[in-house]
């Protein structure tokens, strides 16, 4: 099985609402999925006709190779879920209401024991397990739940915004079980908003706006896709801009021609390509601060404190060398150097902002 999911214009409307919009989505089995999307896209209603807690309107999709629409219980038997809203029983301890969960995937009664307690461990809950699940805080409840979704050890992992209030140990604990699940060869498919745990797990992402899959690749291609998309802008803007300037030069007196030119150089210097870097000179001084500010490839340079200097430079491979060979020439130490490329925040930004004008990545 190459998918653990796919949709087939998949569609869920409420009312004259449209929630999903044939979404067509492949999510490849074995990986960490990260689906991501503004508050309100239609990420946990696709997860909920996904895991037939709802059916769609029209299409449908195949989740662990079954039709949801054919084979909702071979489809129940193999998914897990994690919800956006903790759905355990408030008037059944942590550990009713684990069994009842193990007992309605029919995992064998001489498993529950061993497999309730291995996970509560690991999740760090078990000293709840007597506790009703309404005295339970926040934190606790999600806990709870994770055990509770993975007691049938099932091939494939719903999570919906898993690590929502969670403290950042316990969210780490998540992070880390999410990671031996996937060892284990499982399938996660996580909504989250938290970019940081999204590049930190996720092997592929998809971004879906108004119910549309607006963007969907490697969260690294989706941040390249954007440099390169920036870069293009800049270089059209620049020759479309040269191109108007040279056409009012064929009308022009030589002074005015003069002041044309003046226009086209200030056009290339507004969209040069240019990248950020930050670095940290332990011993710099004011020496090495002009050195630098002097390179034909530094374009502007700030001092703040403690040694760190940020720099606009020509974005060419050579100019970071330039810059760093200029420190050590002239004896600066370099603790830290990192460039400011787009963050899978800038893309989820720009994507979701841009599918409303009609535009896609
Ligand atoms: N039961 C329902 N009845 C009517 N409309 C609904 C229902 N459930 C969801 N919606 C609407 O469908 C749209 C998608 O909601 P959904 O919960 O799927 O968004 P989401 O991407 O999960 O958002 P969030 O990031 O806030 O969790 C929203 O406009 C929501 O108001
Ligand atoms: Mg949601």
Not at 26 to 47: D, W
Not at 91 to 113: Q, R, S, W
Not at 158 to 167: A, K, N, R, S, V
Not at 234 to 246: F, G, T
């Amino acid at each position: 099985m190459k998918y653990a999911v796919e949709t087939f214009d998949l569609t869920k409307n409420y009312g004259d609402f449209t929630a999903v919009d044939k979404l067509k989505m492949k999510i490849r089995n074995k990986s960490i999925f990260g689906f991501l999307g503004p508050n309100g896209a239609g990420k946990t209603t696709t997860v909920k006709v996904l895991t037939c807690l709802a059916l769609p309107t029209s299409g449908t999709a195949t989740v662990a190779g079954y039709d949801i629409l054919e084979n909702p219980n071979e489809v129940r038997q193999k998914i897990g879920m994690i919800p956006q809203m903790v759905s355990l029983y408030g008037d059944l301890t942590v550990k009713e209401n684990i069994h009842m969960c193990a007992d309605f995937y029919g995992v064998p009664e001489d498993l529950i024991e061993s497999r309730a307690d291995e996970l509560m461990e690991m999740m760090d809950i078990k000293y709840a397990e007597n506790k009703y699940v309404s005295q339970l805080s926040g934190g606790m409840k999600q806990k709870a739940s994770v055990v509770a979704s993975l007691i049938h050890q099932p091939d494939i992992l719903f999570m919906d915004e898993p690590t929502i209030g969670l403290d950042p140990t316990t969210k780490r604990i998540l992070w880390n079980l999410v990671e031996e699940l996937h060892s284990e060869g499982r399938t996660i498919i996580l909504c989250s908003h938290d970019m940081y745990e999204v590049e930190l797990l996720c092997d592929d992402v998809g971004i879906i706006n108004n119910g549309v899959l607006a963007a969907f690749n490697t969260p690294q291609a989706l941040k390249d896709a954007m440099i390169n998309e920036q870069k293009n802008v800049k270089n059209s803007k620049r020759s479309n801009i040269a191109k108007i300037v040279e056409e009012i030069q064929k009308e022009a007196t030589p002074e005015e021609y003069a002041a044309y030119d003046k226009i086209k150089d200030h056009a290339e210097e507004e969209n040069r390509d240019t990248r950020q870097l930050s670095v940290i000179i332990s011993n710099l001084n004011d020496e090495l601060f002009n050195q630098l500010k002097n390179l034909s490839i530094t374009y502007n340079i700030t001092k703040q404190s403690s040694g760190r200097i940020t720099l606009d430079i020509l974005d060419s491979d050579e100019s970071v060398t330039e810059v760093i060979s200029t420190i050590i020439m002239n004896n600066g130490i370099i603790t830290s150097i990192s460039t400011k490329d787009p963050s899978l925040e800038d893309v989820f930004v720009k994507v979701t902002a841009k599918k409303k004008e009609g535009g896609e990545i």
